[in-house]
């Protein structure tokens, strides 16, 4: 929420150091509307950081949590995606709808404190329940910061670069995941895994003070001027069936949530994996997590940013061939992460299959930009993550956990179960690949219709 210069100043050129790859955020200068686009999109992109270090954390305790609580995969996997992901996907909506009517940058600001506060606590659950309570806690904080602070950015800065902006705020999510596998582990061994919650959460607290006061909300802006629009709860229906009726936006959002059943399948239980057939412990798997897959996904996010903003202008089309490259890419790559023996080839498969993971996001945030109204494009984004979540961290983690335990209990895989288990992720990436195709026979015809 940003509100980020009401009174339309040109925006001050510094770029922030803290942010990734400097060349891109110099790229950026002179492509804001309003005065406090910086702000915005430095603190917003740190709410991003933090959502993810108190997702991810989760999985890199994954054999911790284990140990002490005694819980099995399903268990687990409910906790770090499936329970997870189901709240995070139902509130989602009704808080992207309350961004669309109200100040966005209030919205995130409560979100962001709320979760960090459920994110501490979870190191103080004693079972299954008190563990699900502060989970759902975190997942209903971080349903409200995507939809609001894409509407934000969208605001902040002018189309020729919205690529690039939400690039760099996916990389910071990227890097978020990076600091908490890395710290997560090393933290896990040193301090346990409770004390490892609390370090890492309670810093957003403060992340969420500052979105409060640090900037302004921006003026919405839709097509060629200002769109103003207050709607109440009971027009629910109808902002969700404006989104749903662009064909192209809808092909998008199914397929994000069909190709993160299979990216947050593997990236759930990738720790465990590690752990179990390729005999790490916490402190060896998460740093190296962090770097095959961090850089992977650094280099996915903010490549596909840059690759949008060049080659839609020329046409459309490629906010949907982008991801669908991706998906091509991605499956070869999966093969190679969960049969090879090497921990070396194995770093690399994890590079390229993160990277093509998050291909999809900048151009998805982009294209909702030119297609959907602006009264109704956090709406968008929340049905985006709806699939996201709801479909791909919600089941997918879920589907393999559900795998590993029959393949242990059934067939006696023992150990091994969980390297064939990560097979149940793979179905959704087919499907992912025929929804993109569909999108981009759809854009044409619906693009900068608004």
């Excluded at 919205?107 to 501490?120: K, Q, R």
């Excluded at 956090?378 to 479909?391: D, H, Q, V």
Aim: proline share 5%; net charge positive; glycine share 10%.
């Amino acid at each position: 929420m940003a509100e980020g210069g009401i009174d339309g100043a040109p925006a001050r050129p510094a770029a922030p150091a803290s942010l990734p790859a400097p060349g891109l955020i110099a790229s950026l200068k002179g492509a804001t509307e309003h005065k406090g686009a910086w702000a915005a999109l430095v603190l917003l992109s740190f709410g991003s950081f933090f959502s993810i270090i108190d997702r991810y954390v989760f999985s890199i305790l994954f054999e911790s949590i284990r140990a002490e609580m005694a819980f099995s995969d399903t268990q687990l996997s409910l906790l770090g995606s499936g329970l997870f992901a189901f709240f995070y996907a139902i509130f989602g909506i009704p808080l992207a709808h309350l961004a669309d009517a109200t100040n966005r940058r209030n919205v995130v600001a409560a979100c962001v404190t709320a979760w960090s506060v459920f994110a501490t606590l979870t190191g103080a659950a004693v079972n299954f329940f008190t563990m699900a309570v502060c989970r759902l806690g975190v997942a209903v904080g971080e349903s409200g910061l995507v939809p609001a602070g894409q509407s934000i950015l969208g605001d902040y800065f002018k189309p020729h670069v919205r690529g690039r902006v939400y690039g760099v705020f996916t990389a910071m999510a990227t890097v978020g995941s990076f600091v908490g596998m890395a710290l997560g582990g090393l933290l896990a061994d040193r301090i346990g895994w409770r004390w490892t919650f609390a370090v890492l959460a309670l810093p957003g607290i403060l992340v969420g003070i500052a979105i409060r006061f640090a900037f302004r909300e921006p003026p919405r802006r839709g097509g060629d001027g200002d769109a103003q629009r207050r709607l109440s709860f009971a027009n629910l229906p109808r902002a969700v069936a404006t989104v749903w009726r662009v064909k192209a936006f809808r092909y998008l959002a199914i397929a994000g949530g069909c190709n993160a059943f299979l990216a947050q399948g593997f990236a759930q239980m990738s720790p465990a994996f590690l752990m179990r057939s390729h005999d790490l412990v916490a402190s060896e798997a998460g740093p190296y997590i962090a770097i095959t897959k961090g850089t992977g996904g650094l280099v996915g996010v903010l490549l596909s940013g840059v690759l949008v903003d060049r080659l839609t202008p020329k046409d459309p089309r490629w906010f949907a061939r982008l991801p669908l490259i991706a998906m091509i890419v991605s499956v070869p790559a999966f093969f190679v992460s969960v049969l090879s023996p090497s921990l070396v080839v194995v770093a690399v498969a994890f590079f390229v299959l993160t990277a093509t993971a998050g291909v999809n996001l900048a151009p998805t945030y982009a294209a909702a930009q030119r297609l959907i109204p602006a009264d109704s494009r956090a709406i968008a984004i929340a049905l985006f993550l709806l699939g996201t979540a709801g479909f791909g961290l919600g089941l997918g983690p879920v589907s393999v956990g559900i795998a590993s335990d029959i393949l242990r209990n059934s067939f006696g895989l023992g150990e091994e179960s969980l390297r064939y288990g990560l097979f149940a992720a793979l179905v959704g990436n087919v499907v992912a690949a025929i929804l993109f195709w569909q999108s981009a026979r759809n854009i044409p015809s619906e693009i900068d219709r608004i």
